[in-house]
């Protein structure tokens, strides 16, 4: 009688093992990230502020700036991602997360990085504004994803503030390289803790954003 080798179920319950420790590590990783991203928000309210203030001015800068130009681009807008836009979910969410982690570490240069992404996002948002929507179609467009993605990104922004607080006590001396080291270290779990905000900010971007984009556009007949 014929029977599966026992070196093949050996190998069977070995790959199973391999992916359950797998499980169980990522899943350890993302509540570290998760408590780590709670502490520090908690832990530097003024950080993050900062961070949303530079991002409200670039918007306010933007919509100031195109709104009197009177251009309009609306007559080709529209659409979305397609019928199941999970490739443009996914996209959006490692462009987010990436665009997080440089604003982070590129902290260490006085911050100044951070400051200027955060204002050229806001100015971006607040250009596209000014470009001809009505803004009740222009916030369905945009709110639902930004209650998350914006937040997160202020959040890199305030770690790349305080990653340059300590590069620069690191130069003056006053800060142990194990101390800034663990500083990135700390940086890198809040990081982790983000991904899971862009994926949601993502998932909803490309999923619902349209739906209710189309819907309040039907409602005010634009």
């Given amino acids: 009688m014929e029977g599966v080798p026992s070196g093949d179920r050996s190998g069977d319950g ?5 992916l359950a420790a797998l499980r169980a590590d990522l899943s350890a990783g993302f509540r570290d990230g998760l408590a780590e991203l709670t502490r520090f928000v908690g832990g530097h309210p003024a950080l993050f502020a900062v961070a949303l203030a ?27 991602f397609g019928l ?35 204002v050229f996002n806001g100015l971006v948002v607040g250009g596209l504004a000014g470009l001809g929507f009505d803004l009740p179609v222009f916030a369905a467009l945009v709110v639902p994803h930004a209650v998350f ?19 620069a006590a690191f130069a003056r001396g006053t ?18 803790g983000l991904l899971p905000v862009f994926v949601v ?12 984009g189309d819907l309040v556009r ?3 007949g634009g």
């Fill in 54 to 80: 530079a991002f409200g001015f670039g918007v306010v800068a933007g919509y100031v700036t195109i709104e009197p130009l009177g251009i309009d681009i609306t007559a080709g807008a529209g659409g979305g």
């Fill in 175 to 192: 800060r142990s390289a194990e101390e800034f080291a663990a500083d990135l270290r700390r940086a890198f779990r809040v990081l982790v």
């Fill in 14 to 18: 070995g790959v199973r093992a391999a």
């Fill in 149 to 167: 993605e914006v937040p997160a990104l202020a959040v890199s922004g305030a770690l790349g503030f305080q990653l340059a607080v300590g590069a």
């Fill in 84 to 118: 199941f836009p999970l490739d443009a979910a996914l996209q959006i969410t490692a462009n987010n997360w990436l665009v997080a982690i440089a604003q982070t570490y590129a902290g260490i240069a006085l911050g100044l990085p951070a400051v200027v992404n955060l």
């Fill in 218 to 220: 039907s409602a005010v």
């Fill in 201 to 212: 900010a993502g998932f909803v971007e490309a999923f619902l954003t349209p739906v209710v």
